[in-house]
C-alpha cells in the first residue's frame, strides 16, 4: 500500500513525541538472561521435584504434605490441592510425566462434595482448584478438555453463592446442599474472582460466570470508601456495604486491588472502573498511606484503621504490591508509580536480607518519623534494637512458605533487568536449602530469625504453584512466559491474554465520594501524609 509522506511522517513523530507506543508492555524489550541463571534454575526445579516426590510418597490425592510427621493434611476440602496447585508449574518446568499424571488425577476429581465435610471458600477455590485447571487448560494448548470440564463442575457449584440479585458472593457455601453461609466477607474473598471466572467464560462461552465475577468487583470499585479507590476491608455480601472502614494492601484486602488492573489487562476491557479504581488507589496510596522508616529510610505503606489512624505494620503477604505497581505502572506507562514500586520491592528484600536465615517474617512493622503506632503493643526493647540495625521490625516472626517478597522480584526483574534481583533470588533459593530442607521435602519454620527454628509441619500448595514458579521464571528465558502475554492469578497460574491496548483506563483519578460508617461517632479528618509534599486539602 502506498502512504503518502505526509501521512507516513506524522506517525513517525506521533511515534517520538508521544511515547504511548510503549504504554502497555511490561517487560524490558531488550532483556537477555545471563547464561549463570541456568544453574539457579536447574536448582529451583530440584527444589520442586524433591518436594513433590515427598508429596506424592507420604500425602499423594491429599491437600497438602505433612513433611515432618510424614503424613498429609485436608484443608482445602480434599481434593489433592497440591496436585491441581502444581499443574501450571510443572508445565513450565517441562516436568512431562509428572504434568500427565496430575492432569489424570485433576480429570476425576468429584467436586460434587467436599471430602472432608467442611464447607467451602469460594476464593481459595477459585484461585487454586479453578485458577490451576484453567491455566493447565491453556498451558497445554487446549489439549484436555477434561481440565475444563472440571473447571466448570466446580464453578457451577459455587455459583449458589450469588444469592438473589446480590452483586458481592458470600464467602463460604455447603457444597451438600448447595447453601451459602451467611456472614460477612472481605474484598479479597469477593475481588479475587475475575480472573478466573473471565477465563472460564472465554472457554465455555457461558457469559454467566464472568458477568457474576466482574459484577462484584465492580460493585466494590463503585461504593464509597474511606479513602478515594481505596476500599474498606470488610464487606456484607446481604446488604451490599463496607463493614468498618480498614484500609490495607495486606492480608483481607490485597488482591482486589492486584485484579483491578490485572482484570483490566487480561479482558481489554472499555469500562475505565478497573484501571482508573487502580491507579486512584495507587494514588491515594502515595497521599495518605505512604511512609519512610526512620532508620534505613525504607518505604512502605502504612495500614489506616476504622478510626482513620495510620498504622506502622505491613507483611509478608502485602508484599505483593511492589510488583503489582511495577506491573500497572508499566500498563499505564507512569514512570512515579514504578520509581515508588521499585523501592517498596527493595524495603519488602530488606526483611530477608535482615534475618539470620535470609527468609523474611509473615509480619513486620515500622517506626518512622510520623510515630510508630501499631494498633497493638508498643515495640518491646528487643523489636527496638533489631529496629535500630535493620530499619523494621518484626511481629510475627514464621514463614509459611509464602511468595510475596520473591512474586515482586521476579516482576523487578522483567521490568528493569537489573541482575540484583537475579542475586536475590539466588540467595533465597540458597536459605531455601540451607533452612527449609527436611528428609521428606520443604518445611516452614517458626522463627526466621533463627538458624536453629523449629519447623511448620506443613507444605502449603503455593509453594509449588507459587514460589517456586516465581524463582523458575525468574531464572528462565523472560520469552518463556513474558508478562506481556500471560497474567498470573494470584496463585500464580498464567492466564493467556490478548495483546495489550495502547493505554488502560482514562489516566485520571476518580473524585472520591463522602464515606461515613453505618455507626459509631462521626470520623475525624484524614491528615496528609508528611512524608509527601501535600498539594491535597484533608479529607
Ligand atoms: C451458565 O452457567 C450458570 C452458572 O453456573 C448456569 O446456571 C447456567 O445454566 C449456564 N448456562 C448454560 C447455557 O449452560
Ligand atoms: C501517575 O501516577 C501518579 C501517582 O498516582 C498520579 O498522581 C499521576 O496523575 C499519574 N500520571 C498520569 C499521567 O497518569
Ligand atoms: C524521610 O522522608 C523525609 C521527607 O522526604 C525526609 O525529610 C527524611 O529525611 C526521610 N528520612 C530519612 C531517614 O531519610
Ligand atoms: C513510639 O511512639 C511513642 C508515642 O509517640 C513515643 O513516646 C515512643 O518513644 C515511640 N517509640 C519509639 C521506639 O520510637
Known amino acids: 500500500m502506498l502512504v503518502s509522506p505526509r501521512i507516513a511522517r506524522i506517525l513517525v513523530i506521533s511515534t517520538f513525541s508521544f511515547p504511548i507506543a510503549f504504554a502497555g508492555v511490561v517487560q524490558l524489550p531488550s532483556l537477555v538472561l545471563p547464561a549463570s541463571a541456568a544453574a539457579h534454575r536447574d536448582a529451583v526445579e530440584k527444589i520442586f521435584t524433591t518436594s513433590y516426590a515427598a508429596y506424592k510418597k507420604f500425602a499423594f490425592g491429599h491437600d497438602d504434605l505433612s513433611p515432618l510427621s510424614a503424613g498429609f493434611s485436608d484443608g482445602r476440602n480434599g481434593w489433592g490441592a497440591t496436585i491441581v496447585d502444581s ?30 465435610g467442611d464447607t467451602v471458600s469460594v476464593f481459595e477455590t477459585t484461585i487454586r482448584y479453578l485458577g490451576g485447571l484453567l491455566s493447565a487448560y491453556e498451558l497445554s494448548d487446549n489439549q484436555f478438555p477434561a481440565l475444563l470440564q472440571k473447571a466448570k463442575e466446580v464453578a457451577d457449584k459455587m455459583a449458589f453463592v450469588w444469592v438473589g440479585n446480590h452483586d458481592v458472593p458470600y464467602g463460604f457455601i455447603d457444597f451438600s446442599t448447595n447453601s451459602p453461609t451467611i456472614s460477612t466477607s472481605n474484598i479479597a474473598e469477593a475481588g479475587t474472582l475475575s480472573l478466573e471466572w473471565s477465563t472460564l467464560t472465554k472457554h465455555t462461552i457461558n457469559q454467566t460466570y464472568s458477568d457474576l465475577a466482574v459484577k462484584s468487583l465492580r460493585h466494590i470499585a463503585n461504593l464509597a470508601a474511606p479513602l478515594p479507590g481505596l476500599a474498606a476491608q470488610g464487606i456484607d455480601p446481604t446488604s451490599g456495604n463496607f463493614v468498618g472502614g480498614y484500609v490495607s494492601w495486606g492480608g483481607g484486602s490485597d488482591s482486589y486491588f492486584e485484579y483491578l488492573i490485572k482484570y483490566a489487562r487480561l479482558s481489554n476491557t472499555d469500562e475505565a472502573l478497573f484501571a482508573d479504581t487502580w491507579l486512584t488507589a495507587v494514588d491515594s496510596s502515595i497521599k495518605f498511606l505512604l511512609r519512610n522508616s526512620t532508620v534505613g529510610n525504607h518505604l512502605y505503606l502504612a495500614d489506616f484503621d476504622s478510626s482513620r489512624k495510620i498504622r506502622h505494620v505491613s507483611s509478608h503477604l502485602a508484599c505483593f504490591h511492589g510488583g503489582n505497581w511495577l506491573y500497572g505502572g508499566r500498563l499505564l506507562n507512569n514512570q512515579t508509580i514504578i520509581d515508588y514500586g521499585l523501592q517498596l520491592v ?20 515500622f517506626i518512622s ?10 515495640p518491646s526493647t528487643s523489636q527496638i534494637a533489631f529496629n535500630a540495625q535493620h530499619g523494621f521490625y518484626i511481629t510475627s516472626s514464621a514463614y509459611i512458605l509464602r511468595p510475596e517478597v520473591l512474586e515482586s522480584n521476579f516482576y523487578a526483574y522483567r521490568v528493569t533487568g537489573d541482575t540484583k534481583y537475579l542475586d536475590r533470588a539466588a540467595s533465597a533459593v540458597d536459605s531455601f536449602n540451607k533452612f527449609l530442607s527436611t528428609p521428606n521435602g520443604f518445611a516452614g519454620i517458626n522463627n526466621v530469625n533463627s538458624a536453629s527454628s523449629s519447623k511448620i509441619d506443613d507444605t502449603e500448595s503455593f509453594w509449588f504453584a507459587e514460589v517456586l514458579k516465581y524463582l523458575y521464571l525468574t531464572f528462565d528465558d523472560p520469552k518463556h512466559i513474558s508478562l506481556d502475554e500471560w497474567v498470573f492469578n494470584t496463585e500464580a497460574h498464567p492466564f493467556k491474554a490478548p495483546a495489550p491496548r495502547l493505554s488502560y483506563g482514562t489516566g485520571t483519578i476518580r473524585p472520591g465520594k463522602p464515606f461515613s460508617p453505618k455507626s459509631g461517632p462521626p470520623l475525624p479528618a484524614v ?13
Do not use: R
Open 87 to 116: 499443574l501450571s508449574t510443572m508445565h513450565i518446568m517441562g516436568l512431562d510425566d509428572l504434568f500427565a499424571e496430575a492432569v489424570n488425577f485433576s480429570s476425576k476429581i468429584d467436586f460434587s462434595v467436599s471430602q472432608t
Open 346 to 365: 527493595d524495603a519488602c528484600w530488606n526483611t530477608y536480607a535482615s534475618t539470620a536465615t535470609g527468609i523474611g517474617p509473615e509480619g513486620f512493622a
Open 369 to 378: 518519623s510520623d510515630g510508630n503506632f501499631t494498633g497493638g503493643s508498643a
Open 527 to 539: 491528615s496528609p501524609n508528611p512524608f509527601i509534599p501535600q498539594t491535597t486539602q484533608p479529607i
